[in-house]
C-alpha cells in the first residue's frame, strides 16, 4: 500500500479513537497519530508530530496530514519542512471524515492524486 | 548586544513570562482557549535552561538553541510561532556584530518567518500587530532599546480595538474586540526583556 | 446559556476528545457525548444517544447534533425522534470542526439559526 | 401467523444469524467495518431472550418487544434499520389476523420505513434489494412463504453485482462490486426463518 495517513490533533483522544475507526476498516494502512502535547494536555507536539510522521514515511510512499485546528496545522508543517520530501500533503480536510474517506480510498490502491481529488470533491477546496 | 546579553535576555524572558504566566493564561481565557501563559511559561523555562547549560560562541547560537528548543516545546501557535522567529533572527545575525540595523534585519527576518508560518498580516490582533511597529520604529529612527520597548507597549496595547482574523479568537468575530491579544503582550515582554538584556555589562 | 451540543461518535474516544477540546475553550456549555456502543466498542448506541441527549435537553433550550459516519446519524435521528422536541437539530457537518465552531458561537450567545447559518457558510449545506 | 409463530420467527432467526456470525462479518469486513454479523446477533440474541421472558397476546406485541430490544442492541446502521422494520411491521400487523394481504401491508411498511431511516432506494447494494423484491413477488402473486424465501435468496445473491451508493461500501465506489452485501444476506436469513417458523404447528 503506498499511500499513508498522519492524524494530528490537539486531543490524544481524537487522534487515536480516528486511529481505531479507520483500523477497523482498513486493517494494514501506514497510519499514526500524533494527538496532544508530550505531557498528554490538549495542545500538539512538534517532537511527536516529526516522530509519527517518520514511522508513517517509512512504511507509506506518500504521505496526507490530517489536522484539527490551526495550531496544530503550523507544528504539521514544520515537522513536514523538517522531513523534506515532497511526498507529504497537509490538507485542510475535517480530521475525522477527510481521513476515513482518505483511508478507504488508499486500502483500493488509489494513487496520492485520486485520494486528493476526491477529498476536494466531497469538502471543498482544501 | 554580545554573547552573553543575548543569554541574558533569553533567561530576562523567560522570567517574565514565569512571573506572567498567569496573566497571560486569563487573557487567552478571554479569546482563546486560555493555554498560552502555560505554553510560554513551559517552553521559555526549557529554553533559559538550554541556555544556561552550555557555552555559546555567537549571540546567533544563543537564539538558535532557544529556537528548537521552543519549537518542540510549547505545544501552542505560538510554539511554531516564537520558535520560527527565534530561528529566522538567529539566520540572520549569523556571522554579524548585532548592533544598529542589524537589529532591524533580525525583526524583519523574524516578521516573515512569523507571517509565512501563520499566514497573518498586521491588523489580524496577532503578535504581529507588536512585532510590525517595532520594525517600523527601528527602521525610521534607528535602534534604541528604551524606544522598542515603549513601542512595543503602545503596540500591544492597541491591540485591545482589533477584530481577530487569526488563530482561535477569530472564531469569536467581533467578540475578540475589546481584549488583549495574548500573543501581542508577551511579544511586548519580549522587547522589554531585550533591553533590560542590553542594560547588562557587555 | 441556550445553545447545547450533542456528539455521537462510533469512537468513545472520538466523542471524548472533541468534548475535551471544547470544554478547554468554553468551560460552561451544554454539551455531551455519546461515543461507541454500551461495551464501550466501535459503533454506536441508541440508548447512550438518547440519555446523553435528554442531559443536553435539560440544560439548553436547543441543541445541535453531530455525528461522525451515516449510521450514527440514523441511531441519532430515531434518539431525537423520540425525544419530540423541534428545538434539536442534526447536522452533517464535520464532528470535531463544526461541533468547535457552534461551540464558540453560542458561547457568545449566537441563537441557533444563526449558529446553523455560519455553520452552512463554512463547511457548505448540511 | 399466530403469536407462537411469530416468537418462533424471532427464534429461528436468532439462531441462524449466531450460525452465520462469523459469515456475515467476513461479508462485512470486505465492503464494511466487519461488525456486520457481530451487531446482528448481539442484537438479536437479546431481542430472542426478551421474547422468550414474556407471553404476548398478539403477534404485533411480539414484533414490537423485538424492535425496541434490536434497536438499542444492535449497535450499527442495521440496529436503526431493522429495529424499523420490525416495528413498522408491528404496526402494520396490529389488530389484523397475520396472513395472506397482511403480510404484504407489512413489509411494505418496513421497507418505507427502512427507507426513510436510511434514505436509500433500490438498486443501492443494501438490505433493501432484498426486501423489494420480496414484496413485489407478494403482491403479485399472494403471499407463500416458500417462495418468499427463494425470492429472498435470489434478490440476496444479485447484491453481488451492484455498485454500493449508501452506507459504508459506498467508499468503495465500483470498487464494492463483486461483494455480496451484508445487509441482504441478513435479510435473507429473516425472510428463511419466516418460512421456518410458520412450518411450526399453528
Ligand atoms: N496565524 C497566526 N499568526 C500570527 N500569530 C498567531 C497566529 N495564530 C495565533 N497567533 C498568536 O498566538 C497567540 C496564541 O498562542 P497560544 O495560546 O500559545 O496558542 P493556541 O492558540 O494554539 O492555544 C495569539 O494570541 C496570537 O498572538
Ligand atoms: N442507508 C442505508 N439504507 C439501507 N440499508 C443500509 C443503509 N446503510 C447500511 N445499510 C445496510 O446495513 C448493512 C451494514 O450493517 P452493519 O454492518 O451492522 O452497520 P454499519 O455499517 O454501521 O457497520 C449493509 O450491508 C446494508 O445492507
Ligand atoms: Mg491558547
Ligand atoms: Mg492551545
Ligand atoms: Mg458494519
Ligand atoms: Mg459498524
Known amino acids: ?126 | 548586544m554580545n554573547v552573553n546579553q543575548t543569554a541574558a535576555w533569553i533567561q530576562s524572558y523567560n522570567q517574565h513570562l514565569q512571573e506572567q504566566k498567569d496573566y497571560l493564561t486569563s487573557l487567552d481565557r478571554k479569546i482563546g482557549d486560555g493555554d498560552h501563559g502555560i505554553n510560554m511559561a513551559r517552553g521559555f523555562a526549557e529554553a533559559a535552561k538550554a541556555v544556561e547549560a552550555e557555552t555559546f560562541e555567537t549571540s546567533a547560537d544563543v537564539l538558535k538553541k532557544a529556537a528548537m528548543t521552543v519549537m518542540s516545546k510549547v505545544g501552542g501557535a505560538s510554539g511554531p510561532l516564537y520558535g520560527t522567529a527565534l530561528l529566522k533572527m538567529s539566520m540572520a545575525a549569523k556571522g554579524k556584530d548585532v548592533e544598529g540595523d542589524v537589529f532591524a534585519e533580525m525583526f524583519e527576518a523574524a516578521i516573515d518567518g512569523i507571517k509565512q508560518r501563520g499566514k497573518a498580516e498586521t491588523g489580524e490582533k496577532t503578535m504581529l500587530d507588536v512585532w510590525v511597529p517595532v520594525l517600523e520604529e527601528v527602521k525610521s529612527s534607528g535602534f534604541d532599546a528604551a524606544i522598542v520597548e515603549e513601542t512595543a507597549q503602545k503596540a500591544m496595547e492597541s491591540t485591545k480595538d482589533l477584530t481577530a482574523t487569526k488563530g482561535r479568537a477569530s472564531y469569536l468575530k467581533e467578540r475578540s474586540k475589546g481584549h488583549l491579544d495574548p500573543g501581542a503582550v508577551s511579544s511586548y515582554y519580549l522587547f522589554a526583556s531585550l533591553a533590560e538584556a542590553l542594560k547588562e555589562e557587555a
Do not use: C, W
Request: aromatic share 4%.
Open chain 1, 1 to 126: 500500500m503506498s499511500v499513508g495517513i498522519l492524524l494530528v490533533s490537539h486531543s490524544g483522544k481524537v487522534a487515536e479513537g480516528v486511529k481505531d475507526l479507520i483500523h477497523q476498516v482498513v486493517g494494514d494502512l501506514p497510519i499514526e497519530a500524533a494527538g496532544g502535547t508530550d505531557e498528554g494536555e490538549l495542545g500538539t507536539s512538534f517532537e511527536k508530530i516529526q516522530t509519527a510522521l517518520e514511522k508513517v514515511t517509512e512504511k507509506a510512499e506518500s504521505t496526507i496530514v490530517f489536522y484539527d485546528l490551526g495550531s496544530a496545522r503550523m507544528n504539521a508543517e514544520m515537522a513536514i519542512e523538517v522531513t523534506e520530501s515532497d511526498q507529504i500533503k497537509l490538507v485542510s480536510h475535517p480530521i475525522l471524515e477527510g481521513a476515513y474517506l482518505a483511508a478507504v480510498e488508499a486500502s483500493i490502491d488509489k494513487s496520492l492524486e485520486e485520494i486528493l481529488e476526491s477529498l476536494e470533491k466531497e469538502f471543498g477546496k482544501s
